[in-house]
């Protein structure tokens, strides 16, 4: 069985729930708390033994490759004003892992920039982290997705709850309770299926664990809704191929693509800073207060 060594980071998207934000940078570069999205994104990929980070881009994505880059320019002047924690923590950044950039030149929908990234991923399995979601949690999501996959050798995606009354939001799964805590054998995965025509309340996150196969698979699904192809359509054919598996990840999920979803992210991540949260507690109890 081999190892999980590489991550994809679809980054090509638009951004357009974040207009006018992002009408001049990548909304992977919007700031929760002190760092960008896509730094939480890579971070989590690092804690969890990942080797590689591919980035599928798109035009003006330019930011992001720069954001994990080492700047001569900037290190020099940080190091003359003696901002010594401050370099060293840019310094980090450019040294946090290996990252490969390819380029999605269409914008033909997440299946097909997860299959711009099959040359550098080659023949073994991979994870896929979407940029709209940040999980907090004691151990990084992909970390206990690669837990699970040591003992089952077979792709997984990340689920989690949600009321029966959103599950038409969201890709969603049908299957049967395994022996590992909160794992499930994939049954069915449905697109946002009409309400009512689905019993399960396991909605897919941003998080997968996939078989190689699953580019043979991309290559062959036909566009779909809105002329893209569809993960959701390669999932389920690579699920009745050889078997998938949904785990219920420990932790708390942000759509960090959504303007709510982002404030409770900004607002959580605040309360979890180290320096801020203690003053930024006080503050919200005193807004709360005088509202």
Known sequence: MKTIRKAVIP?????????PATKAIPKEMLTIVDRPTIQYIVEEAVASGIEQVILVTSAGKSAIENHFDYDFQLDTVLKDRKKHKLREELNNISNLIDIISVRQKEPLGLGHAIWMARNVVGDEPFMVLLGDDLVMSQTACCKQM???????????????RVPMEETHQYGIVEGQAMEQERTFKVDRMVEKPVPGTCNSDMAIIGRYLLMPEIFELLEKTTPGHGGEIQLTDALLALSNRRGMYAYEFSGKRYDAGDKLGYLKAIVDFSLGNRELGGPFREYLRKVCADM
Not at 11 to 19: E, I, K, P, S, Y
Request: net charge negative.
């Open 146 to 160: 690669i837990d699970l996959y040591d003992q089952v050798g077979e792709s997984i995606v990340a689920v989690q």
């Open 11 to 19: 980054v090509a998207g638009l951004g357009t729930r974040f207009l």
